[in-house]
């Protein structure tokens, strides 16, 4: 069955980075489009960045252009969120998401339990 | 960007009724739109994509309709299970936006 974990949520400071992974299993990750998408404490659903199967492509929320990179590691079977520059407002539940398709721009069908990322000082 | 209002945003309910939800969007977006539930402290679960289609495994009493700008979910018999946090997504064109939600609660 389709598995997302997610990992590496906890607290840092502003300014600080952090590294988010998702680990697959239970589909063939490689010919996958993922997302990330989170969600703040008591708010609504926010996206985040989508990658390609391959990681040719990539598309971000314009909160966290420049600042967050999303990529993967297919022969780990691995999606990643870098995120540097983190600030108060990105604390946030993290999840990761599958689409059923390599690319293109589709809705999540898998998604993850979630890690959360708070940022404080 | 595109922004999605979804209405009511809060929506008392009691169980066999028949609820709607709909969803706008400030630009038309043909059908690339999907419907998630949530319930609390949990991930979102994939209703309906592409506005009408039925994800697999979702009980059929869960409809979805609607094209350009205006969208509607609909449970044609609320069940227990069925309260709950609601959002629609647009596709149609990046940034993916969703809409803010709507909470339906047991009247």
């Known amino acids: 069955q389709v598995q997302l974990v997610e990992s590496g949520g906890g607290v840092v400071q502003p300014g600080r980075s952090l590294r988010l992974s998702c680990a697959a299993s239970g589909f063939t990750f490689s010919t996958y489009g993922m997302h990330w998408v989170r969600q703040a404490p008591g708010k609504g659903l926010e996206w985040v960045a989508f990658?390609?199967?391959?990681?040719?492509?990539?598309y971000y929320a314009d909160s966290v252009k420049g600042r967050f990179t999303i990529a993967r590691d297919n022969s780990k079977n691995t999606l990643y969120l870098q995120m540097n520059s983190l600030r108060v407002n990105d604390t946030a539940v993290y999840y990761c998401a599958r689409v059923p398709a390599a690319g293109g721009i589709v809705e999540g069908d898998y998604w993850g339990q979630g890690t959360l990322v708070t940022v404080s000082s | 960007d595109i922004q999605l209002t979804q209405s009511p945003s809060f929506l008392s309910a009691s169980v066999g009724d028949r609820v709607t939800i709909t969803c706008r969007a400030s630009q038309g977006i043909s059908s690339y739109l999907a419907w998630y539930q949530q319930k609390p402290g949990k991930a979102p679960n994939l209703l309906i994509y592409?506005?009408?289609t039925l994800q697999t495994g979702v009980p059929s009493r869960f409809s979805g309709s609607g094209s350009g700008t205006e969208f509607t979910l609909t449970i044609s018999t609320l069940q227990p299970e069925d309260f709950a946090t609601y959002y629609c997504q647009q596709l149609n064109s990046y940034p993916i936006t969703f809409g803010q939600g709507t909470r339906l609660e047991i009247k």
């Open positions: 990658i390609w199967h391959d990681g040719r492509n990539k």
């Open positions: 592409a506005a009408s």
